[in-house]
C-alpha cells in the first residue's frame, strides 16, 4: 500500500512538475510575443529605437553650455557661501516662499538683507559664471548615454538655485530702479529654463517649466513697477521657445535611457547589473527577477511599460485641448492594469505623462499671456488708453492673437473702468470667471491663469 502511495506521489509531483515547466514555457512564449508586438507598434509610429537615432546632431563646443554647468555644479560643492545665501533669502519669507521675494512683497528690512546676502565677494565668480552660461544657446550634455540619461539629472538642483538667486538678483536691481540689469538677470533665468528644456530629459523639462513660471512672476512685478516695460522684441524671442515642442523627444529618451536601461539589465544583466539598480535594500526583488523561471513576469512588465510609453507617444501628437482627457484616461487605466498585475517595475518608473504635459502646456500658456500682457502695457503708454479687445495690438504690438494652447482659443480679455482682465482658462478648460484655487493657482478641477501686470485688475491696476 506504502509502495503504491509513493507510486501515486511520484507521479502527481511529476505531472505537477510538467505543468509548471509548460505553463512556464507558454507563458514565456505568450510574453515575448507581447513584447515583441509592443515594439514593432512603436516602431510602426516611427519612435526611435536607439538612443543614436534621438540625439540631435552637435553643436559647436562654444556654443554648448552643458561642460559650463559642470563648471557651476562643482562650484557649489566648493563654495558653501552659494546654498547659504538660497537658505537665507527662504529665510526671509514666512513660509520659506521665493514667490513672496520674486513679486517685490518683501518689506524695507527684508530687502536691506537681500542686498548684503547677493553682494558678498564669495558670489561674485558664481554670477560672472553664470552669465557665461546663459551666453550659450545649446545645452548637449556629454553623458554616457548607454546607462540611461534619465537616471543622472545633476543639472536640476543647481538650475532652480542658479535661477532663484538671478531672479533675486533682478528683483534689487529693479527695486533700485536698475531695469536695464533686472531685465538681463530676467533673461537669463529664462535662458536656463531653456537649457533645461534641451535635455530631453522629463524631469529636467519640468524644472523648465517651474524656471519660466518663477520668471513670469517677476515679470508682472517688472510691468507693475517699471514706466518703461521690457521690449516687446525680448519677449517674442522668449515666446518662441515653447515647452511642449521637445516633448515628443523626452518621451522617447524616457523611454529609451529609463525602460532601455531597467528592463534589459532585469532580463539579460548579470547579478551585479540587476543588484546595483535595486540596492542593497531590494534584495529579494533581485533575486527574484534573476529566477529563469519568473522571466515572463518581468517581460510581460516590459511590454507593458512599452505600450504605456506608446500610448503617450501617440497622444503627444495631437493638440492638447482635444487630447488631454483621452491622455488621462488611458494613464489612469495603465497605472490601474499595472497595479492589478503586480507589474512591478512599470509601476515604479512609469512617469505621469499626462501630468508632466500638462505643466509644460501651461508654461507654454503663461508664457503667451505674459506677452499679451505686456503688449497690452505698451499699448497703454502709446494710447493713454487700453484697447476694446485683443485684436486692436495686432499687428503693431503682436503679430497675431495668441491661442491659448490649453484651449485651442483665445485668452478672456475685456477692458475694465481704467484698467481691464486678462486670463487664461487653465488646465479644466473651463472660464471660471477670473478665479484661482485656494493656491492661488490653476489646476486640472478649478482656476483660472491670471495676468497681474500693470493695468490688470487682478494686479490691483
Known amino acids: 500500500m506504502w509502495k503504491k502511495l509513493a507510486i ?6 511529476l505531472v505537477l512538475s510538467i505543468v509548471v515547466v509548460v505553463g512556464i514555457f507558454w507563458l514565456g512564449r505568450d510574453a515575448d510575443k507581447e513584447l515583441a508586438a509592443a515594439k514593432q507598434r512603436l516602431i510602426d509610429m516611427g519612435a526611435p529605437m536607439t538612443i543614436e537615432e534621438l540625439l540631435p546632431p552637435p553643436v559647436p563646443e562654444d556654443e554648448n553650455a552643458a561642460p559650463l554647468y559642470l563648471e557651476l555644479i562643482a562650484m557649489e560643492e566648493e563654495n558653501p557661501a552659494i546654498a547659504e545665501a538660497e537658505e537665507e533669502i527662504e529665510a526671509l519669507t514666512e513660509d520659506y516662499d521665493w514667490g ?3 513679486s517685490l512683497s518683501l518689506v ?3 530687502f536691506d538683507e537681500l542686498e548684503q546676502i547677493l553682494n558678498r565677494e564669495e558670489l561674485a565668480e558664481y554670477f560672472a559664471l553664470l552669465e557665461k552660461i546663459t551666453d550659450r544657446s545649446y545645452f548637449q550634455p556629454d553623458w554616457d548615454y548607454n546607462k540611461g540619461p534619465s537616471l543622472l539629472v545633476p543639472e536640476v538642483g543647481t538650475q532652480m538655485t542658479a535661477t532663484r538667486l538671478l531672479l533675486a538678483k533682478a ?4 527695486r533700485q530702479n536698475e531695469e536695464a540689469n533686472a531685465a538681463k538677470y530676467a533673461e537669463q533665468a529664462l535662458q536656463i529654463a531653456n537649457h533645461a528644456n534641451q535635455s530631453y530629459i522629463l524631469v529636467s523639462m519640468l524644472t523648465a517649466a517651474a524656471i519660466r513660471n518663477s520668471v513670469f512672476v517677476f515679470i508682472e512685478s517688472f510691468d ?13 524671442s522668449w515666446a518662441s521657445n515653447k515647452m511642449v515642442d521637445n516633448w515628443v523627444n523626452a518621451l522617447d529618451m524616457e523611454r529609451l535611457g529609463m525602460g532601455g536601461t531597467i528592463f534589459p539589465a532585469i532580463l539579460d544583466g548579470d547579478d551585479r547589473q540587476r543588484q546595483s539598480l535595486f540596492g542593497e535594500d531590494e534584495i529579494g526583488l533581485s533575486k527574484i527577477s534573476s529566477n529563469p523561471g519568473m522571466r515572463w513576469f518581468f517581460v510581460y512588465d516590459y511590454a507593458h511599460y512599452l505600450n504605456s510609453m506608446a500610448d503617450s507617444r501617440e497622444f503627444a501628437l495631437l493638440p492638447y485641448c482635444g487630447s488631454i482627457d483621452d491622455e488621462r484616461r488611458v494613464s489612469e487605466a495603465s497605472s490601474m492594469e499595472a497595479a492589478e498585475k503586480y507589474r512591478i517595475v512599470s509601476r515604479i518608473i512609469l512617469m505621469p505623462t499626462a501630468m508632466v504635459r500638462t505643466n509644460l502646456v501651461k508654461a ?3 508664457q503667451l499671456l505674459t506677452l499679451t500682457g505686456l503688449a497690452l502695457s505698451a499699448y497703454n503708454k502709446d494710447h493713454d488708453k487700453y484697447p476694446n479687445s485683443l485684436g486692436e495690438l495686432v499687428p503693431d504690438y503682436l503679430d497675431e492673437i495668441p491661442v491659448d494652447p490649453l484651449t485651442g482659443g483665445g485668452f478672456v480679455y475685456r477692458p475694465e473702468g481704467e484698467g481691464y482682465l486678462l486670463y487664461g482658462l487653465g488646465p479644466n478648460r473651463v472660464d471660471d470667471g477670473g478665479t484661482t484655487n485656494e493656491d492661488g493657482e490653476a489646476d486640472d478641477e478649478e482656476g483660472d491663469l491670471l495676468w497681474k501686470g500693470r493695468g490688470s485688475v487682478f494686479g490691483g491696476l
Do not use: H, T, W, Y
Not at 517699471?226 to 519677449?235: A, H, R, V, Y
Open 8 to 13: 501515486g506521489f511520484g507521479v502527481l509531483i
Open 100 to 102: 513672496e521675494v520674486f
Open 108 to 110: 524695507e528690512e527684508q
Open 171 to 174: 528683483v534689487l536691481d529693479l
Open 224 to 236: 507693475q513697477a517699471s514706466d518703461n516695460g521690457l521690449p516687446l522684441e525680448l519677449i517674442e
Open 364 to 366: 507654454d500658456s503663461k
